[in-house]
């Protein structure tokens, strides 16, 4: 998959999915964030490309919510994208 080469580490996916690095600040995720959100609204693709549009809009804004969270992100960074998963303990604000 797109997501998944071995030789990148885990933790590299929230990250790639915003276009990008690790070491990037709050005000580079936001505004990654906010070009890719518009880059990828349903509202912005015919019919046909809607449910890879919706997907990738969702997986932008779980990267949002993880990265723009300093707390969460420390966790991502350092246990990995399980301890951000839903129900993990870090998962909880």
Do not use: C, K
């Not at 580079?28 to 964030?33: D, G, K, Q, T, V």
């Not at 015919?46 to 949002?64: C, K, V």
């Not at 420390?74 to 990995?80: I, M, R």
């Amino acid at each position: 998959g797109m997501f998944g080469t071995s030789d990148e580490p885990e933790q590299d996916n929230l990250y790639r999915s915003l276009g990008l690095g690790r070491t990037a600040g709050r005000s580079e995720i936001a505004s990654a964030y906010r070009r890719m959100a518009r880059l990828y609204h349903v509202d912005r693709h015919p019919e046909a490309d809607r449910e890879h549009a919706a997907r990738r809009w969702a997986e932008i804004s779980g990267a949002h919510e993880v990265l723009n969270d300093p707390r969460r992100r420390f966790l991502y960074d350092t246990l990995g994208p399980a301890a951000v998963a839903p129900g993990a303990l870090g998962a909880q604000t």
